[in-house]
């Protein structure tokens, strides 16, 4: 049940056009087998037939045959045209384009891959009873289509919002952290360099070249350390104009989806007729007033 590449909806609306393309075959066949018939009960009567009259017979034959076949394909033809211009319909109701490729109609491997497609189904499906044939008609789209889809993409959109929020505050906790951080290890470096100062006076000059080098290596250290939190703050500062942007961009599209959907809904004719019946009530309640007043 793959061969076609679809899904099983989709699936068995084609096997419903090819029973419909299969019944209209059979009829013309029938059609056609039944000139021949009719030519031979009503003109091959006689036992020997001269040259003029074969022909005759045959080119009335191919006539009648020729009028057959020429209407089927007219037939056919204006049935497709029919039913791309449902499928399209439905496709616009969506705003959607849909595109066909020509050129592939005269695939001979698609062509051969539908015959077998075919075979096999109708093959299997004569075993079917006819309460599993029967499947229901696509049903329309109406109005409710549209706002539908539009209900939809504002709850992605506010998801969306909603997700980019949570992510956004996640960053701003973050980066107010790295502050602090970052406040704490200049408040110990400024002490470092005090206590420093305070002992530089108390240490022997041997014992001060140690220090100078310890002091030099944790300066070296906490440099290394001070420029990588930097680095970080401004990755996270990045960050955070990065989900602020994507944060206005989906609430804008969320308020033009709530315009589009309030635009839909004045469309409708709930709409309108309440808006008739509201001018209705205010031009009453004028005049009661008006009455009143005299």
Request: hydrophobic content about 35%.
């Amino acid at each position: 049940m793959a061969e076609l590449g679809l899904n099983e909806h989709h699936q068995n609306e084609v096997i419903n056009y090819m029973r419909f393309a299969r019944s209209k075959r059979g009829l013309r066949l029938k059609t056609v087998d039944s000139c021949f018939q009719d030519l031979k009960e009503s003109r091959l009567v006689e036992e020997t037939f001269t040259i003029d009259e074969v022909s005759e017979v045959l080119s009335g034959l191919q006539a009648v045959v020729h009028s057959e076949v020429e209407s089927e394909l007219i037939n056919t033809a204006y049935t497709n045209v029919l039913l791309l211009r449902q499928l399209f319909s439905q496709a616009e109701k969506w705003y959607l384009k849909l595109q066909t490729d020509i050129s592939e109609l005269e695939n001979r491997e698609l062509l051969e891959q539908v015959a077998e497609f075919e075979k096999a189904e109708f093959t299997s499906s004569n075993k079917k009873p006819i309460i599993d044939i029967i499947k229901p008609k696509l049903a329309p789209l109406n109005e409710g289509g549209t706002t539908e889809l539009l209900n939809k993409e504002i709850l992605r959109l506010q998801e969306e919002n909603e997700k980019l929020k949570s992510r956004l505050k996640t960053i701003e906790i973050q980066a107010t952290n790295a502050l602090d951080e970052k406040s704490k290890l200049e408040r110990a470096l400024r002490d470092l360099q005090l206590d420093q100062g305070n002992q530089k006076d108390f240490i022997k000059a041997g014992d001060l070249s140690d220090l100078e080098n310890t002091v030099a290596t944790l300066k070296s250290e906490f440099q290394k350390t001070l420029n990588d939190k930097t680095e970080n703050q401004k990755s996270l500062e990045e960050s955070l104009a990065t989900a602020k942007h994507d944060l206005l961009r989906v609430q804008e599209q969320l308020s033009m989806a709530e315009k589009e959907l309030e635009k839909k809904f004045q469309q409708t004719a709930a709409y309108r007729n309440m808006k008739e019946i509201l001018t209705k009530k205010n031009d009453q309640i004028k005049d009661l007033r008006r009455r009143l007043a005299k």
